[in-house]
């Protein structure tokens, strides 16, 4: 068998088990006539042995009731980033959000996890001991979507970046990792994001950043987000997290052959689109906040179009949902605190404004693959 197969079978990931090789850690194998490394049994015997050894008693014995890595998260708004690392073996610590509609669905779905309000009331006591500080600070001042001037971090939203700061100060986890949108790079010529890095410099850690787009990790949307990761008094932490090596595996399927024309998901997720069903462009464009008001513009310009009866409509939240890589009635409340077009607006709003779990899922891996020194 080939090398991911042996590291599966022995326990591992391809790329500790490719360290161990690497190093002389364990003796080399056989290769084919592509020069692939190929295991056979006594392989596979030999190198657990050798994992069974430097294994400490208690992980193998306890397997199962190992501590996981946790996360504390702040700005938590519907629980992009905490959906995204937990599906990473994550465990979720402590939720940080104000907004009271945000709340109930963080109650929803983390019912006992608790939870703070106001992050400027917050003190370090009151944080769990958490391995990874997540957060996507509000972007209110940053954003192009808004019209005027931007206020930057000097705004009393974006302005809330140094109530996390202060914060990790005190706290000191590991890593941070932090989300926002893409006009945080030329907000004030830059000047912001040059504040944000040496803000978290001052505090101990190596910063570094890289934007991603959504739809390269198959969610139909085309969003650009800039991601920067902290990892305390470790420079090389954050290239570790945020860049690959090597090429890595395509993201998304291929589309259909022989000229059949397949739906995109998008258009899968969009209205009843058999028969007469609206016409959907290939993939959405971005979903912003500002989209969640029923009147003036609509930012995200996406809309569903039925032109044999002349009518156009936009997405409704639940297809919204889907266009952000949520689960299906995820914004859905479980009590009553809205209803109507304010409950639409509000599910719109916190839609607009959230991570996409397969952007966090990736970015929690690479994380918890550094965390676990597999880099
Ligand atoms: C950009 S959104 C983050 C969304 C989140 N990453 C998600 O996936 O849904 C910023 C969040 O910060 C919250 N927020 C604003 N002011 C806050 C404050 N003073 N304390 C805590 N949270 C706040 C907002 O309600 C909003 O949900």
Known sequence: ??????AKEIGVSSITLKRWIL???????????????VFNNGDIERIRNYHLQISEPA???????????TIASFFSGIGGFDIGFEKAGFKVTVQCEIEPFCVSILNKHWPSIPKLSDIKEVKIDDIPTSTVWVGGFPCQDLSLARMGQRKGLRGSKSGLFYEF??????????????????????SHKGRDLGILISTLAELGYAVGWRTFNSKNFGVPQSR?????????RDER???QILFEPECSERDTEKGGSNGTKSKTPFQEIVGDTSGEGPVIQSIAYCLYATSARHTGTDWSRNYACYPNVGMVRRLIPSE????????????????????????????????????????????????????????
């Open 1 to 6: 068998m080939y090398l991911a197969d042996a």
């Open 320 to 375: 919204c949902e889907g266009v952000m890589a949520f689960p299906k009635n995820w914004t859905l409340p479980g009590n009553h605190i809205l209803e109507g077009d304010d409950l639409d607006s509000a599910r719109y709003h916190a839609l607009g404004n959230a991570v996409t779990p397969p952007v966090a899922e990736w970015i929690a891996n690479k994380v918890m693959s550094y965390l676990n020194g597999e880099n």
């Open 23 to 37: 190093s002389g850690k364990v003796s080399d194998v056989a290769r084919d006539k592509n020069n692939w490394r």
């Open 165 to 186: 700061a202060r914060l990790v100060g005190e706290g000191k986890p590991r890593v941070v990792v932090i989300e926002n949108v893409a006009g945080l790079l030329s």
């Open 224 to 232: 650009q987000r800039v991601y920067i990761v902290g990892c305390y």
């Open 59 to 69: 992980q193998i014995t306890y397997c199962s009731e190992q501590p996981k890595h």
């Open 237 to 239: 932490g954050p290239g």
